[in-house]
């Protein structure tokens, strides 16, 4: 005979198994939930606290061009509730400070005025890249695309891109181009032209474009395709001629000036400027950051101070600029290779 007591007490450890075998499954289900309600809150804290100090926007071109135009504009217009503080790094085509953001912390704090040079071009044209273009870097938003504009010296004789051509091909290698640093749009523009022409003139490369425009204006150099929001207002002042613009259609900031396409068929090269953060930062920190570009960009006098410079807004998502960015990587490449143009 079984012991009453005994059976009881089987009974009772057989229930207890059973509530400890259904309850441990709870256990960890509820634990999981825990860890991602916490996990969520930690990420939604972050983008409640951000920003929770200045902002460092770096500048990867001295002060005076397009990308430092853009990024004082976004500082004066910006309401993130701290500062937006430029810094102007310049050198190596823009890769000192591209690279200075992306070795900064993944906190949204750091951001880069990246251009199509930092971003497309120099991947291609420098054989030992300090930074990797896509993987070192969160995209924020394209911010607006400009024209290049061929200009000259007022001293030489030409009044046209087929008249330049000519002068080129009777006096070879006689003209020197300079551009604000080594795989900047202004410099690549410079190299398809020669490519598709069938020209030659020597690449004078400087630490900025305030430092090429004296010697332009000088004579030290002859021509230059500078951004159209530093070189228009130039050009209007009589300072330098302009030629021709780099992209395929006119701008309406400058309607009377002609394409290089026009005489120069398939021609094409347009600079563009985006806003990246380093890899990394919490997507809800570049939402926030998004939404203020894009807002400060759609105000009505910001939109009118690029018109007269000659931008156009061209603003996105993170993703779309993610999407144009491998786009242009692809498409500038070929030009490079194409064009033979090296990192000197």
């Not at 309850?23 to 309600?37: D, K």
């Not at 500082?75 to 050198?91: C, H, M, T, W, Y």
């Not at 990797?132 to 004789?157: E, G, H, Q, W």
């Amino acid at each position: 005979m079984t012991h009453p007591h005994l059976s009881d007490q089987s009974g009772t450890n057989s229930r207890k198994t059973m509530k400890g075998q259904m309850a441990s499954p709870l256990r960890r289900s509820l634990g999981l939930l825990v860890l991602s309600l916490g996990a969520l809150c930690a990420t939604g804290a972050s983008a409640q606290a951000f920003p929770n100090k200045p902002l460092r926007l770096v500048v990867t071109f001295p002060p005076g061009g397009a990308p430092d135009i853009l990024a004082r504009l976004f500082s004066e217009k910006a309401q993130l509730g701290f500062p937006v503080v430029i810094d102007n790094r310049p050198g190596a085509g823009g890769n000192i400070g591209a690279d200075n953001v992306a070795k900064s912390p993944g906190d949204g704090h750091t951001i880069v005025m990246g251009t199509v040079g930092t971003h497309s071009i120099n991947g291609a044209l420098y054989e030992k890249m300090p930074y990797d273009m896509v993987k070192d870097f969160s995209p924020i938003s394209l911010i607006a695309s400009a024209p290049n504009l061929l200009v000259v010296n007022n001293a030489l004789p030409v009044k046209n891109v087929p008249e330049l051509i000519a002068y080129m091909k009777a006096n070879p290698n006689k003209l020197s181009f300079g551009s604000p640093g080594i795989g900047t749009s202004v410099h690549v523009s410079g190299e398809l032209f020669k490519s598709l022409t069938g020209t030659s003139m020597t690449h004078v490369p400087y630490k900025g474009r305030q430092f090429a425009i004296p010697d332009l204006v000088g004579g030290s150099i002859q021509v230059m395709f500078d951004n159209m929001p530093s070189a228009l207002p130039m050009a209007k002042e009589g300072k330098i001629r302009a030629l021709a613009q780099t992209t395929a259609r006119r701008s309406p900031a400058a309607p009377d000036v002609p394409t290089v396409a026009e005489s120069v068929p398939g021609f094409e090269a347009t600079t563009w400027f985006a806003l990246f953060a380093p890899a990394n930062v919490p997507r809800p920190v570049i939402d926030r950051l998004n939404a203020e570009v894009l807002r400060v960009f759609r105000l009505p006098d910001v939109q009118e101070r690029l018109k007269t410079l000659g931008l156009d807004a061209i603003l996105s998502s993170p993703d779309e600029l993610a999407r144009y960015q491998a786009s242009e990587i692809t498409k500038w490449a070929k030009v490079v290779k194409d064009s033979g143009a090296k990192a000197e």
